[in-house]
C-alpha cells in the first residue's frame, strides 16, 4: 500500500445483520429445532443459490414487485438477477427440473437467507432466514394435515404450550367461490380473476392495517365495506356444505393427529402470495400484546406447470428467523447458553506446551472441546478469562505435571481443584 | 392470472449450483466436520449477510478487482453493494467493532457463501461456501501453530492419511526481506513496494501457471527470469539466521502438536491476497495427478487498523467447499450414506391413519425420523417406496395391528418381519 486509506466504518450494510458468537448461537438453535423436526418427519435438506434468474419472480409475482420490492440487478453478461425475496419458485423451479427421475412423493426443507428491498422496521429487515419445508406430490388432506402438523411440532419443540399460539386455517378455493357466492359482481371473467387477486390481498392485511383494508376494498367495487367480509356474514357450515370443500374433515384429522389448537377462520387467513390454490393456514401468537401472524403457508397445486409438463399438487410452508425470535423471546423461552469450550488448558510456560497440546488434543479425541491458553500470563490471568467466557473447567499444566504425567483440573463452578490422571479428567468433564 | 406465461426454465443462474438432497446431504457432511473441528479447538461460529459495502473491498483489493472480479450493484439509496467475494474483511470489520467490549483473544469461525465474478470452470464456480477460522490477538507463534494443527486436524477428520497432503509454509514478512537480499533493485520505496505486490501475486501462479509467470517477471524488471525465485538459489537456514524470523521454530512446534507432514516452501507459498504479514501456508494434494493447492492462510495483523484504532494481531484460513469435494472423492473418502427416514409407516386403509399417526409421533419423540406414506395404495407399492429411497424399516399398520395395538415391523434388510409392540419396534429401528 502507497498510501494510507481513509478508516472505514466498522457498520454492516444497511438491513442486514452481524451476527456476533451470542447472536449466531441462537441462530444455529432455531435452526438446529427446524431441521431436526423437519427431518423427524422424513423430510431431506435441499439448497440453492441466492441468485435466481429474475424471470423467475415475474411470472407469478408481476414487474411491479420484482422491481420495486427484490433487489435485482444486471450482470455482466447482461442477464438478470434476483436476490431470491422467498423459496417457493426456486424449490418449484428444482422439482419442475427433476421429476422423471426422482419420484413422488417428495418432502423438503430448507433454511435460505431472503431478501426483500424495503425500509428496515422492526421484525422486517431486508434479510431474513427462513425454513421452508413443502410436500410434492399428494393432493389429499392428509399432506395439509402432515404439513400443519410439523408447523404445530415446530412451536412445541421450542418449547411453546398449546394455549401460546393458534392455528388459523383456511381455503383458497373456497374464499374464490365465496366472492361468486357473495354476488360481488367483480365484472367479466379477466376483470373478476384480477379483482380477486386484489381481494386475497387485501384480506392479508385485514387485521393489520384495517383503514387501508377498507380503502383498498372501494377499489374493488365502490360500495363494498368490510363488514362484507367479517365472519358474522359467514355461515362456514351451510358454505363449506354447498361448496363441498371438506374443511371440517381436516380439522378432525389435526385433532386425531393431536393437534387441537385450530380453528377455522375464512376471512381471517388470506396469505400475501396468489399462487395458493387450496387450503391456506397462519399460526397467530395469541399473546394479547404481540396478537400477530407468526408464519404461515398453504397448497399450491399450479406453480410447478409454469415449467411446462404436468401439476404437480404441492403444500408447504414458510417460517421466518426473526418473528420466531421475537416470539420466543416475548413467551420467556430462548435459554441459549453457550461457553466456546468444555475446558481451558491453562499453561504455565512454553517448556510445558507441548504436553498441553498433546492433553487438549486427546480430550478432542473424545468428542469434548478444548482451547488452550497462548499466553503465558500469570496463572490467575488465564484463569480468569475462561472464567468470563463461561468455561465449565480449567486444565492446568505446569511443570510438575508434565513430569507427572497428570493434569490439575479445576471445576470453574465450585471452584474446586484436583490433581488427577488425563482419563479421569476426561470422565469429570464429561459429566 | 389473466393470461398464460411462457415456459420458464428450470435453470439455476448461471455458475451457481441446485443442491438437491443428495447434494446436499454431502454439503452437510463438510459443514459437519469443518464445525466439529473448529469446536473442538474453542472456536465460536459468527456470521454476516452476503451483502457488503462496496468499500470495504476497494480498501485493499483496489478498484480493479472490486470492478471486474465482484458482483457490485447500486442499490436504489445509491449506496454501492458487493456480493462478499471473502470473508476476511467482514471478520476484521466486526471483530474492529467490539473490540473493547469483546476482549481478546478472539478464536471464530464461519461458513460463508462467497461470490465472484468469473467464467465458471472446474473448481471455480461463481459461488463457494468457505469454511473460514481466524485467531485474533495473539502474535506468537503458538498461535501460527494452533491455526495450522486445525487445518491438519480437518483433513485427518475427513480420513485423509498425513501422506494424502503437504502442508507449505512460508513467510511473508521474509519474502519481502528476501527481495531485497536478492538485490532486485525495484526502484524506489513507492516502485518497489508496487512490484513487490505484484511479485507476491506472480509467486502464486508459479506452480499453476509456469508461462505467465515467466512473463510477468519481466514486467518487474527486464531480465528476472524464473531461476531468480527457484528454490535451489535459497540456502533457508543463512537466510533465516539473517533475517531473525523463526520458521525451523514452528516447524518444531507443529512436530512437537503431532502435525509432521510440513515442510519450509519459502518460494512456493504465496497466497493472492495482498493483507497478508507473517506466515503464510498452503496445504497440496500429494497424488500425483492431482498436486495443487486445496487451500490455505497465513497471518494478517493490519487489517483491522483499516477501520482505526490499534492493529490487532491476527492468523487464519480458508477453505473452499468445491476444492475439499474434489479432493475427498479422488481419495475416495467420500461415503455419505443417506436414507430420508429411519422408518416409513405403512397405512392399509383411511381407518388406520389416526393410529399409524400417533405410532409415528411416538417414534419421532424417541429422536427417531419417521415419514408415513399418505397414498392409501397397496402394500407393495407403498412398501417398494422405502425400499427405493433405502429406509431401513417399514412399520406396517392395518385392521389388526389398531386391533392388537401392536404394529408389524420389516426389517428391509434381511427382508424379515415380525409383530411386535411399538416399544420393541422403537428399540429394534434404534439398533
Redesign the interface.
Known amino acids: 500500500?502507497?498510501e494510507k486509506?481513509k478508516?472505514?466504518?466498522?457498520?454492516?450494510?444497511?438491513g442486514?445483520?452481524?451476527?456476533?458468537?451470542a447472536d449466531?448461537?441462537v441462530?444455529?438453535y432455531i435452526f438446529g429445532v427446524w431441521k431436526k423436526t423437519a427431518?423427524?418427519?422424513?423430510?431431506?435438506?435441499?439448497?440453492?443459490?441466492?441468485?435466481?434468474?429474475a424471470?423467475?419472480y415475474r411470472?407469478?409475482s408481476g414487474e411491479e414487485i420484482v422491481n420495486e420490492q427484490t433487489?435485482t440487478?444486471i450482470?455482466?453478461?447482461k442477464?438478470e438477477?434476483t436476490l431470491r425475496p422467498e423459496m417457493t419458485p426456486t424449490v418449484a423451479?428444482?422439482v419442475?427440473?427433476?421429476r422423471r427421475e426422482?419420484?413422488l412423493?417428495l418432502?423438503?426443507y430448507s433454511i435460505p437467507?431472503l431478501?426483500r428491498?424495503e425500509q428496515p422496521q422492526r421484525g422486517r429487515l431486508r434479510?431474513h432466514w427462513q425454513l421452508n419445508v413443502d410436500l410434492f406430490g399428494?393432493d389429499?388432506i392428509?399432506?395439509d394435515v402432515?404439513i400443519i402438523?410439523i408447523a404445530y411440532?415446530i412451536m412445541k419443540n421450542f418449547g411453546a404450550k398449546d394455549s401460546d399460539f393458534v392455528i388459523k386455517v383456511s381455503s383458497r378455493s373456497w374464499l374464490n367461490k365465496w366472492f361468486d357466492w357473495l354476488g360481488l359482481e367483480l365484472g367479466n371473467e379477466?376483470e373478476s380473476?384480477?379483482k380477486k387477486k386484489l381481494l386475497f390481498q387485501l384480506l392479508d392485511i385485514k387485521e393489520k392495517d384495517p383503514k387501508r383494508f377498507a380503502a383498498g376494498l372501494k377499489e374493488v367495487r365502490a360500495d363494498l365495506t368490510p363488514e362484507n367480509f367479517s365472519g358474522k356474514n359467514i355461515d362456514p357450515d351451510s358454505v363449506e356444505k354447498n361448496l363441498n370443500i371438506d374443511i371440517k374433515g381436516m380439522i378432525r384429522?389435526l385433532n386425531?393427529?393431536?393437534v387441537k389448537n385450530v380453528i377455522v377462520d375464512l376471512t381471517g387467513v388470506a396469505r400475501g402470495f396468489d399462487y395458493y390454490t387450496g387450503m391456506v393456514f397462519e399460526i397467530y401468537d395469541t399473546n394479547l400484546e404481540n396478537r400477530r401472524s407468526l408464519f404461515g403457508g398453504g397448497r399450491y397445486d399450479d406453480l410447478t406447470s409454469?415449467?411446462?409438463g404436468d401439476k404437480i399438487p404441492a403444500v408447504g410452508f414458510g417460517m421466518g428467523d426473526v418473528t420466531i425470535r421475537d416470539f420466543l423471546e416475548t413467551h420467556n423461552l430462548l435459554n441459549v447458553s453457550?461457553a466456546?469450550?468444555d475446558c481451558?488448558v491453562c499453561v504455565l510456560s512454553e517448556n510445558e506446551?507441548?504436553y498441553a497440546?498433546?492433553i487438549a488434543?486427546e480430550i478432542?479425541a473424545k468428542?469434548?472441546?478444548?482451547?488452550?491458553d497462548?499466553?503465558y500470563k500469570k496463572l490467575g490471568d488465564q484463569v480468569s478469562?475462561a472464567n468470563?467466557h463461561n468455561i465449565p473447567f480449567v486444565v492446568i499444566v505446569g511443570a510438575n505435571e508434565v513430569k507427572s504425567e497428570k493434569v490439575t483440573l479445576k471445576n470453574m463452578k465450585i471452584g474446586e481443584q484436583k490433581v488427577m490422571t488425563l482419563e479421569e479428567a476426561i470422565k469429570t468433564i464429561q459429566k
Chains 1, 2 share one sequence.
Open positions: 500500500m502507497t486509506p478508516k472505514l466504518s466498522t457498520e454492516s450494510y444497511k442486514v445483520r452481524d451476527f456476533y458468537p449466531m448461537a441462530q444455529e427431518e423427524s418427519f422424513g423430510y431431506e435438506e435441499y439448497g440453492a443459490s441466492v441468485l435466481e434468474p424471470e423467475l411470472a407469478k433487489y440487478f450482470d455482466r453478461g442477464r438477477v423451479r428444482m419442475a427440473a427433476k426422482m419420484g412423493p418432502r423438503w437467507n431478501f428491498y434479510e399428494v389429499s392428509d399432506a402432515e402438523s411440532r379477466a380473476k384480477r384429522k386425531n393427529a393431536g409454469l415449467f411446462g453457550q466456546p469450550s481451558y506446551m507441548q497440546s498433546k488434543e478432542r468428542g469434548l472441546r478444548a482451547s488452550i497462548l499466553s478469562y468470563k
